[in-house]
C-alpha cells in the first residue's frame, strides 16, 4: 500500500526559505512521479513541481520562477521541495502526490496523473 507523509512546514519570515520532504513508501518496483502541490484557503490546488522515480524527467509550474527546487534524497528515500524567497503569496496547505506515470506530464499537473495523496503540512510565510 503507497503512503505518503509530507513534513517540514512551519512559519517562515518572507524572503526566508524552506525545505519540505515527501517520504514515499510503498512503491516497491516500478516507475512512478511525485508531485508537489498547494491549496491555499479559498483557492483551487496548484500544481507547483513533478519529478520521475528515474530522475530524468522534472517538471515545475511557470508561476514559480525558479524559486522551488524539487529533488530526490537517496539517503532519506525523499523527495523534496527547497523553497526559496517565500512571498505572502506562498502559505498554503502544501501536498505531495504520486501516480504510475513514467513521466511528469510536460503541461502541467493532472490530477489525473495522482493516484495517491499526502495529509499535507502547512506553511505560513509572516513577519
Known amino acids: 500500500q503507497v503512503q505518503l507523509v509530507e513534513s517540514g512546514g512551519g512559519l517562515v519570515q518572507p524572503g526566508g526559505s524552506l525545505s519540505l520532504s515527501c517520504a514515499a513508501s510503498?512503491?516497491?518496483?516500478?516507475?512512478?512521479?511525485i508531485g508537489w502541490f498547494r491549496q491555499a484557503p479559498g483557492k483551487e490546488r496548484e500544481g507547483l513541481a513533478c519529478l520521475n522515480s528515474n530522475e530524468d524527467s522534472i517538471y515545475y509550474a511557470d508561476s514559480l520562477k525558479g524559486r522551488f527546487i524539487i529533488s530526490r534524497d537517496s539517503a532519506k528515500n525523499t523527495v523534496d521541495l527547497l523553497m526559496r524567497n517565500l512571498k505572502p503569496e506562498d502559505p498554503a496547505v502544501y501536498y505531495c502526490?504520486?501516480?504510475?506515470?513514467?513521466?511528469?506530464?510536460?503541461?502541467?499537473?493532472?490530477?489525473?496523473?495522482?493516484?495517491?495523496w499526502g495529509q499535507g503540512t502547512q506553511v505560513t510565510v509572516s513577519s
Open positions: 502526490a504520486a501516480g504510475r506515470s513514467f513521466y511528469c506530464a510536460g503541461y502541467g499537473f493532472p490530477e489525473s496523473d495522482y493516484n495517491y
Open positions: 510503498g512503491f516497491d518496483a516500478g516507475h512512478y512521479i
